[in-house]
């Protein structure tokens, strides 16, 4: 048994301090010349909670690098990569929020596509017609994604003024959307024509401050889709996307993360799934009854606080 006298020992308060010190070092200091622990969990959450809100996650992880100085213009790739590695997170969270659906549009899928229950598309079921749609509306924002991954990558997509532009130009459309949509579709009376359309406006989500959400819901919302509808079938289309770039940029960024870099990867992409879950659930709910104003206004006011910031050179 440790005798009490133990604990006032100069030794025990020594040894007390370089263990708290030590842990607070850890979770706070900056090991890899890129970020702490406790930056990652604060990108994580921001990047899950935004990412399925039409407010343009890009933006705010963008906005929150430069305010935390994370952004090297050096190197701008790496950001992308980050950004793009920590969308996995998010991408757990509709697996996980759809995986009802997923499963059934996967197995209708091969069932009637490549296994004994081979049929025209006509005669396919709503959950393999389903899965013909995603796949039609992912061909546009692949092939584009391929094609401008140099400028994707580069400086022209981090700065701040095109994303204060871009949160006011789509903010503006969506806000048109909302005045002439019909809003009648449900998901199955969606076309492959409505995916490919939805599919190239997914594209202009490469754009930053567009928002792959806020640039699907509001090509939704053009064709006619009730508000969920649009919202539903924005996050069944991100899977093979976000999958994609996320896997495709984890495996060419390996070169450069450390450890400490792939610890910090793995708590940012754990707390975006976790509020990207929250995120979900709450957009779906809010649309079933709500219109997306509050977004539009949020989007306005958004953009134009960073043009006051960047006038003022705060940011």
């Not at 050096?74 to 996980?96: D, Y």
């Not at 009637?112 to 081979?118: D, F």
């Not at 579709?185 to 995916?195: P, V």
């Not at 539009?296 to 940011?315: D, P, T």
Request: glycine share 6%; charged share 15%; aromatic share 10%.
């Amino acid at each position: 048994m440790i005798p009490p006298s133990f604990f006032l020992r100069p030794s025990f308060f020594k040894s007390l301090q370089n263990n708290i010190n030590y842990i607070l070092d850890f979770f706070t200091t900056d090991k890899n010349n890129f970020m702490s622990i406790i930056e990652a969990i604060i990108l994580g959450l921001l990047q899950g909670l935004s990412e399925f809100i039409p407010i343009s996650s890009t933006a705010h992880l963008t906005i929150a690098g430069k305010l935390m100085g994370l952004l090297n213009s050096q190197q701008p790739e790496h950001w992308t990569a980050f950004i793009a590695v920590i969308q996995l997170g998010t991408l757990l969270a509709v697996l996980v929020y759809f995986y009802k659906d997923i499963k059934d549009i996967v197995i209708s899928f091969i069932k009637e596509n490549l296994g004994s229950q081979r049929r025209n598309y006509k005669g396919q079921s709503f959950n393999s017609k389903m899965g013909w749609l995603i796949i039609i509306g992912t061909v546009p924002v692949v092939t584009v994604g391929l094609l401008l991954k140099k400028i994707i990558e580069g400086k022209l997509t981090k700065e701040l003024i095109i994303i204060a532009i871009v949160l006011i130009a789509l903010a503006l459309f969506l806000a048109l959307a909302e005045k002439i949509s019909k809003l009648k579709k449900e998901m199955n009376d969606l076309t492959w024509k409505d995916a490919l359309i939805v599919g190239f406006a997914q594209c202009l989500a490469l754009i930053p401050g567009a928002s792959r959400s806020g640039t699907t819901i509001t090509a939704g919302l053009f064709l006619g889709m009730n508000r969920e509808t649009a919202a539903r079938f924005s996050f069944l289309l991100s899977i093979p996307a976000v999958l994609g770039s996320g896997l495709l940029e984890f495996y060419q960024s390996l070169k450069y993360i450390s450890g400490h870099g792939f610890l910090v990867l793995i708590i940012s992409t754990i707390a975006a799934a976790v509020s990207g879950y929250a995120s979900i659930e709450f957009l779906l709910r809010y649309l079933r009854t709500k219109s997306t104003l509050l977004f539009i206004i949020y989007r306005i006011l958004l953009g134009i606080a960073i043009i006051i910031l960047l006038y003022k050179n705060i940011i």
